[in-house]
């Protein structure tokens, strides 16, 4: 009953002119068929969103906008912050909140990611949410605890109906950008236990909630991994940046 998701994550890279000849590319790769098995996203960097969306609205595409990040305030004195209204307007329909970077470098807590999911999905939005462990905790046996703790304190007091609609994207942090990914298996499982871990929150609201799984994902691994009946697509990061990659990940079944 969940429609696949395959959200491209482009971080920090390209400008708004490369922004334009990437979605223009991909568009060029995929067909109507392709839109009916999977919902596209494209994450670019805030400076490239108006002319992504321009794209994107001009040409009728079914590609959809997402933005990598989001402060919780609709307005006012913070220097430097975008707010849920701005992307609204610009026809953003997914924002990512509480990536494993954000997090680290930036020291932004499970409390803070619990607010910006609230104020996405207040805006219309939907958020999606990000979880995993780091390789010493995965090491240590610490995983399911790490990444249990997360979805309690990031998903807290939500609706149900919130739940179902929304996104959790299982990264584990050793795996974003360093070439590594876990194995079909142990990524079928974490995504089967953060869905676990929903259900003992909201109840039947988790068989709708989509779980992505993100690190290194590419178009060599995509198809084993898109096996596993609980994870619903992909967070992808550096192979989202090339056309015809990121169409071999869209298109994992062929």
């Avoid at 607010?115 to 010493?136: D, F, Q, S, Y």
Wanted: contains cysteine.
């Amino acid at each position: 009953m969940r429609k696949n998701l395959i959200a491209g994550n482009w971080k920090m890279n390209v400008n708004h002119l490369e922004a334009i000849q990437i979605v223009q590319k991909l568009s060029y790769r995929l067909d109507v068929a392709d839109y009916e098995r999977v919902d596209v996203v494209v994450c670019p960097p805030f400076t490239a969103l108006r002319s992504v969306q321009t794209v994107i609205e001009a040409d009728r595409l079914a590609i959809k906008l997402g933005a990598q990040n989001v402060d919780w305030h609709d307005s006012g004195a913070f220097t430097g912050e975008i707010s849920p209204l701005m992307l609204q307007k610009l026809g953003v329909s997914y924002v990512i909140v509480g990536h494993s970077e954000r997090r680290q470098l930036f020291g932004e807590t499970d409390e803070v990611v619990n607010t910006k999911a609230r104020a996405v999905l207040g805006a219309g939005m939907t958020p999606i949410v990000c979880v995993g462990e780091t390789e010493e905790e995965r090491d240590g046996g610490a995983a399911e605890a790490k990444v249990g703790s997360q979805i309690r304190e990031s998903l807290a007091g939500f609706d149900p109906e919130a739940i179902a609609s929304l996104v959790v994207a299982y990264e584990p942090i050793w795996a974003i950008g360093t070439g590594r990914t876990a194995s079909a298996d142990d990524a079928g499982a974490m995504c089967a236990f953060v869905r676990d871990q929903v259900r003992e929150m909201y109840g039947e609201a988790a068989d709708s909630t989509r779980v992505l799984y993100g690190g290194s994902m590419n178009a060599g691994n995509v198809a084993g991994l898109m096996a596993k009946r609980n994870i619903d697509g992909g967070l992808v990061g550096g192979a989202s940046l090339d056309p015809d990659t990121f169409a071999s990940v869209i298109r994992y079944w062929i």
